[in-house]
Nanobody, 121 residues
Framework: QVQLVESGGGLVQPGGSLRLSCACSGSIFSFNALAWYRQAPGKQRELVARLTNGGSTTYVDSVKGRFTISRDNVKNTVYLQMNSLKPEDTAVYYC???????????????WGQGTQVTVSS
């Protein structure tokens, strides 16, 4: 079982930066990837970034070149560095663990409350 708690959100002006953290408890071998998702008002939750245990990354097109997902195995923490933030990045951000089921990655952990990121002037 894997439990995750995200933090680091806040209010930032366009062009600013934030670093989200997600503390993870459980075996590193219990999952195949860690990921950040976000959900904006009135929209579906979407994958923002994924980092597999093998080190490969996936980003939604809208954040490529601006966001970076990373992981510290010693601290059992996954990060999302967000630079050049835009108003459209405003959303609740969630982290989760995922497993590869043979055809896709599927969320393994439970959804928490997330952390609010608001980008506004």
């Amino acid at each position: 079982q894997v439990q995750l708690v995200e933090s680091g959100g806040g209010l930032v002006q366009p062009g600013g930066s934030l670093r989200l953290s997600c503390a993870c408890s459980g075996s590193i071998f219990s999952f195949n990837a860690l990921a950040w998702y976000r959900q904006a008002p009135g929209k579906q939750r979407e994958l923002v970034a994924r980092l597999t245990n093998g080190g490969s990354t996936t980003y939604v097109d809208s954040v490529k070149g601006r966001f970076t997902i990373s992981r510290d195995n010693v601290k059992n923490t996954v990060y999302l560095q967000m630079n050049s933030l835009k108003p459209e990045d405003t959303a609740v951000y969630y982290c989760n663990a995922e497993k590869w089921d043979g055809r896709r990655y599927a969320v393994f952990g439970s959804w928490g409350q997330g952390t609010q990121v608001t980008v506004s002037s």
